[in-house]
């Protein structure tokens, strides 16, 4: 099997279900911000740091792939091909990540400045491009139906990146930075 088929080479994407949309279809715009998303969770699971996370981020990663193969699924076409599926408990298993990570570090004060250490920013564009994702999602849902369950995991896993970044900044001894706004 050959990586290129040449299919797309005017601009156009066929979706799961054989619906041919421009590649700057929203639909598409929102799989392949879900595609960058995993990309850059795989740099954060690759720090040294996440050493004992690497199995969690992993399997976030596996969810991911389930959201973009959901979101590039046609719902006016009723497709015979198994696509995996999302689950509440997928939801649940962030919150309670969160939730651990939150207890171990200092109680949050301000809201904080990205950066401190490498691994951290790191976590930090993921968490920026997950919102994106998310915001993206919700404007799909406007036009065409989008699973509210994929919604609901991109939040989470937003504050879950969120709460890696902080609990990255509190194992690496990094600074977590509080802005202070200028008035």
């Given amino acids: 099997m050959k990586i290129y088929t ?31 998303l995993n990309s850059y969770i795989g740099l954060v699971r690759d720090q040294e740091v996440n050493k004992s996370r690497a199995d969690i981020l992993k399997e976030i990663q596996d969810r991911l792939f389930t959201i ?27 919150e309670q990540e969160i939730d651990k990570m939150t207890a171990e570090v200092p109680p949050l004060r301000s809201f904080v400045l990205p950066g401190g250490h490498q691994s951290v920013s790191f976590g930090h564009l993921a968490r920026c491009v997950c919102r994106r994702a998310e915001r993206l999602a919700i404007r799909l849902q406007e036009e065409s139906p989008v699973d509210d369950l994929v919604i609901m995991y991109l939040n989470r896993l937003s504050d879950y990146l969120f709460a890696l970044c902080r609990k990255m900044t509190y194992e690496l001894q990094a600074e977590e930075i509080a802005w202070k706004p200028r008035v």
Avoid: C, F, Q, W
């Fill in 6 to 36: 040449k299919t797309g080479d005017k601009g156009t994407t066929s979706l799961i279900g054989g619906t041919r949309v421009a590649k700057s279809h929203l639909r598409i715009e929102a799989y392949g911000t879900v595609d960058e």
């Fill in 68 to 94: 973009g193969s959901t979101l590039a699924t046609d719902p006016d076409k009723n497709t015979k091909m198994v696509t995996p599926d999302l689950h509440a408990e997928d939801v649940t298993l962030l």
